[in-house]
Every structure is written in C-alpha cells, then in structure tokens.
C-alpha cells in the first residue's frame, strides 16, 4: 500500500496542452508538496499546502495550478506546456511544516514534445 | 545560484569500506541539514539530518558531521554496503520568517558500492 502514491507516472504530451498530475498520500499528513527535478538533476519545490492552505508559492509560472481538495490529496495542473517544462514531478508530505522529513511519491515524468 | 553544491557527481567504494559523501552550502541561514537517498525510479527517502546546533549525528551506519565555520557537511557510510548504491542528496533549509521549512537540495552524487 503506496504511501504518497502520484498519477501518472509516465506522461508524453504536445506543446500547448493541459495536463494533470493527481497525488495521494494515506499517512495522515497535514502538508503536502510538489517538487521538480529538471534535466540538471536539481530537485527543485514549487508548492507546499498545509491543510488545504496554500504556504509556498515559489515563483512559479501561472500555467501551474496546484489544487487541493483535501489534506490527503495535492493536484497539479499545467496549462499551455511548454518544452521546457519537461521534468520529473515529485509530490511529498509530511506530517507538519515544522519538518524537513519528507515523504516522497515515485516521481511523474512528463515529456513535451 | 546554487545554494548548496556536492561537487562530486560520482563516488565508487568497495564493500565493507568507508563512503564519505561530502556537501558545501553558501547561505548562512541554512540552520537544518538533511540527506536523502534515491533508487532509479523511486522518490527520494529521507536518511538523516542534522541541527546547526549539533557538529555530530549518528544513526547505524550511516553518520553526518556538520562544520559550520567551513559551511560543509558530509555523510559517512561505514561500512558501507552494495545496497546503499543509490543517489544521495543533500538538503538543507533556514526558518525564515516562520517555521515552514523550504528545503533546497544539492545536484545528487550517484555512490557504487561494489561487492
């Protein structure tokens, strides 16, 4: 039983289009977080939601659209893709924001072609 | 701008030895360090981390020194195992304003322990 579990995992797509990446976590965690590793390795964080709360917003264009139903459930949505925004997708939790120990999903590889 | 920098994209160890992967970070806020290990085609999982209060933090095998003065901190595998082949990253993270942690991660080190 996965416990921070992102669909898909594998994502081939055009220029232009809209996609999402849904991420599930089922260990009870209060914070939620998209991570993105571009082709230089980086592991860069784009969101975090505490409890369905927006708490870090790190300049990311509007295309990406993190949503949050519940606190078990953090989606990320991007519009008009572009070429670059090919990367690795992490989703991660934890059990608060006053930690660095995250729990991280498999990653969702999204190529735009 | 990278804030926290491992040098060595590669280390290769025989087995039973010791690996010592190393990690250098610029920002003086950073007070909270972390290593993670990822296997191909999985997330990152958390090792262990450690306080700017604290120079020394063991956990089994596996044990980070932080030198503040020098802004590095390295991770020590003893001994180390085939299994611990695996990319490890080096995080770290300052409370600015708050107590939200943003962690910023350093490029990864792919360490080969060979049998």
């Known amino acids: 039983d996965t416990a921070v579990s992102q669909t898909p995992k594998y994502l081939v797509t055009q220029m232009g289009n809209d996609k999402s990446i849904k991420c599930e976590q089922n260990?009870?965690?209060?914070?939620m977080y998209w991570y993105k590793q571009d082709s230089k390795k980086f592991l860069k964080i784009m969101f975090s939601?505490?409890?369905?709360?927006?708490?870090i917003n790190e300049t990311v264009p509007n295309r990406f659209s993190p949503k949050s139903p519940d606190k078990a459930h953090l989606n990320l949505h991007i519009n008009s893709l572009e070429l670059g925004d090919s990367a690795v997708y992490f989703c991660?939790?934890?059990?608060?924001?006053?930690?660095?120990?995250?729990?991280f999903g498999e990653g969702s590889r999204l190529t735009v072609l | 701008d990278q804030q926290v920098k491992q040098n060595s994209p590669s280390l290769s160890v025989q087995e039973g030895r010791i690996s010592i992967l190393n990690c250098d970070y610029t920002?003086?806020?950073?007070?909270?360090f972390l290593w993670y290990k990822k296997y191909p085609a999985e997330g990152p999982t958390f090792l262990i981390s450690i306080s700017s209060i604290k120079d020394k933090n063991e956990d089994g095998r596996f044990t980070v020194f932080l030198n503040k003065s020098a802004k590095h901190l390295s991770l020590h595998i003893v001994p180390s195992q085939p299994g611990d082949s695996a990319v490890y990253f080096c995080a770290a993270s300052g409370r600015s304003g708050g107590s939200n942690y943003k962690l910023t991660f350093g490029k990864g080190t792919l360490l080969t322990v060979n049998p």
């Open positions: 991660a939790s934890s059990p608060s924001m006053n930690t660095g120990e995250l729990f």
């Open positions: 920002n003086s806020m950073f007070d909270y």
């Open positions: 260990l009870g965690h209060d914070t």
């Open positions: 939601y505490n409890n369905k709360e927006l708490i």
